[in-house]
């Protein structure tokens, strides 16, 4: 969500915030102006200290009752909290009309109900609007609020005056990462990092479009020269976190996701999250469990216990308390999710999951058609063939990939699948229909592997025989 410009953590806000924070404690009241509180509110908004930004601006606007910043500070609060009515009511208070931080707080609310002309109409209205670092507001509003087309529209705008200058390619090649223009964004951070070599966030910039790319080893190498810049940069710790995510380097990943929370590169929800997958990752099922669990505490004493956001969490916590022998409270947490949201076919499928680890197939099956009535698609049946497979149960595992595979022949690796448990059943012309069609087919060496391993049954020595003959024959007819 978008904000006024926040402040820098710099040398003298640091200095106010100590001073404020020892006042708070000594329970004395001090004397700053209203600038300056809405300042430090905003500090403590940033961190998602939303609780120290209220007291803060609650006590400023004790002593400033009609302040313009506190008052804009309030309303940004209630809309990181998701508090709108408040916040549209606080906006309605404001007497400084011609303010641009307030027009721009407007055009926020009105872009958080859909009503992109009315933001337009705001914004042309803002009497600096041909500076860059109004420009440069206006393109972060509509991109953090889902409109990349209105952003694009202002740096057409400001391009032939501000074009060239450093700030303004940082913010194009921004909005290139984020409508996923990945070269040529890739470009720009390049050009940037030739002018600033030591300028972290550039290098960060870079590592987003590799790590968007899928080429995590790049992105890893990005990140580095970030930190070599700036050691304490937590976005380039979350970001390399990600990567080694990504390459089951699990360990590395801990390790960066914990430094990422450290420098408030993540929310801690959010970090507990990825350390809680991390940790589901490498089969810490314990560790994992423990994650999970923040991340629940972190939400219910925001006030948020049926927050969406949560249904994820529940479900993960769910496998890894399975995993730990807790199948009771494994269900719970599918209740607790079903409570938020329903009609959720995830959910289902992860307690179907659940009854297929404790050979409770009747209720895994109920649980599955669940899920796939509620999402009939490829991915769907997919994954609910994988868990068959997974559990052994072959027979149901092949009809569902085979349903997946009708939706789409394309989808993953679906065609190897259905080769192999073709395969495995006997099933000649099967097997060969979908190996042809297969991305890596089973080739004749496989086979010949198979037939030199022991104990193989007469029926399957036999079965594999044909296969290889057919296989031979095929290939001298093309």
Known sequence: ???????????????????????????????????????????????????EAQEVITYGLHLHPDSTD????????????????????????????????????????MLNEGQLENAR????????????ETIINIVYLYMDMGYPEAAKEWLDKGAPRHGKKEDFMAVMADYLTGTNQLEAASTFYNQLIDIDPYNASYWVGLAKCRFAAEDCEKAIEACDFALAADDKCGEAYAYRGHSYFYLNNSDAAIEDYKKAIKYKALPPEMGYMFLGLTYSNKEAWKEADDYYQRVIDRFIEEGLGNSPLLIDTYTNKAVAASRLGKYEEAHQLCKKAIA???????????????????????????SFDKALTMEPSAEMWYMVASAYSDAEYLYQAKLCFQEAYRIDPNYADIAEKLSVLSLMHNEIDDFFKYNNESEHPISEDIILDLLSRPNQTEEGEQMLREVWERMKKEKGNN
């Open 70 to 109: 506190l008052l804009i500070e309030q309303a940004y609060l209630y809309l990181d909290t998701g508090k709108i009515p408040l916040a549209k009511k606080v906006v309605e208070s404001i007497t400084d009309e011609y303010d641009t931080d307030v027009k721009m707080l407007k055009a926020e609310l």
């Open 121 to 132: 109409n705001v914004l042309d209205t803002i009497e600096d609007a041909d500076e860059l």
């Open 340 to 366: 938020i949201q329903p009609d959720d076919p995830a959910i289902y499928l992860a307690e179907g999951k659940l009854y297929i680890q404790e050979n409770q197939k009747k209720k895994a099956v109920k």
């Open 1 to 51: 969500m978008g904000r006024k410009n926040s402040p820098s953590a710099n040398k003298e806000l640091n200095e106010l915030i100590a001073q404020y924070e020892t006042a708070r404690a000594e329970n004395r009241q001090l004397y700053l102006d209203g600038d300056q509180l809405a300042d430090i509110a905003d500090q403590y908004a940033a961190g998602r200290k939303f609780n």
